[in-house]
């Protein structure tokens, strides 16, 4: 059974920074996309930053030139550096991943539970 976590979340004031952390564990053969989403009070959830296995990125435009996104294959790990945080940024945020879990199986999508991150004065 594959499973993501992740960890990092908390209260920052404006202008901070805070680095998320998700890792997969369980039955993993191989690890595709990975992502963040976040979802604000009353919002869709949105994408915010991918990454392939080879390490290409995409950013949402909210995002660009704020957050890092970054993946360890060896740690089963992605990360997600946040800088200059504004208020808008308050949401939870999840990881995602496309994930196969035997050689025999096809790739499928797993959630994290998700991770508060609050920007306050």
């Known amino acids: 059974q594959v499973q993501l976590e992740e960890s990092g979340g908390g209260l920052v004031q404006p202008g901070g920074s805070l680095r998320l952390s998700c890792v997969a564990s369980?039955?993993?053969?191989?690890?595709?996309?990975m992502a963040w989403y976040r979802q604000a009070p009353g919002n869709q959830r949105e994408l915010v930053a991918r990454?392939?296995?080879?390490?290409?990125?995409n950013y949402s435009d909210s995002v660009k030139g704020r957050f890092t996104i970054s993946r360890a294959n060896a740690k089963n790990t992605m990360y997600l550096q946040m800088n200059s945080l504004k208020p808008e940024d308050t949401a939870v945020y999840y990881c995602?991943?496309?994930?196969?879990?035997?050689?025999?199986?096809?790739?499928?999508?797993?959630w994290g539970q998700g991770t508060q991150v609050s920007v306050s004065s």
């Open positions: 995602n991943a496309e994930i196969s879990p035997t050689r025999w199986e096809t790739k499928s999508d797993y």
């Open positions: 369980g039955s993993i053969f191989s690890i595709y996309d």
């Open positions: 990454i392939t296995v080879n390490r290409t990125t």
